[in-house]
C-alpha cells in the first residue's frame, strides 16, 4: 500500500459494531480523493468493511496482512459523489 494515509483508525482494542460506526462518520467527513487507513487485529472488520461501504462511496486501496504483529491495514480512497 503506498497511499499516504489522510486519516487512520486504530481499531485494534475496539469492538467491531463501534469500529463501523466511527468509521462511516469519519468517511461523511472525508473529501473526494482523501485516503482512510483502517488497521485491526480482527479479521472480521475487514469483511465487515467491504460489507458497510457501498464501492460507489469509496475505492479499496489495499489490504495488507502482518502475521507477526497479528494486524491487518486496510486502505479506502474515497471517490466523488455523483449528484442527485
Do not use: H, W
Amino acid at each position: 500500500m503506498n497511499e499516504k494515509a489522510d486519516y487512520t483508525l486504530d481499531f485494534r482494542e475496539t469492538i467491531v459494531p463501534l469500529a463501523l460506526l466511527k468509521m462511516g462518520q469519519v468517511l461523511m467527513e472525508m473529501r473526494t480523493d482523501e485516503v482512510l487507513e483502517i488497521i485491526t487485529r480482527d479479521p472480521e472488520v475487514r469483511t465487515d468493511v467491504l460489507k458497510v461501504i457501498p464501492s460507489s462511496t469509496c475505492e479499496l486501496l489495499g489490504v495488507e496482512f502482518d502475521k507477526g504483529a497479528q494486524t491487518c491495514r486496510i486502505q479506502l480512497k474515497k471517490r466523488k459523489q455523483p449528484r442527485s
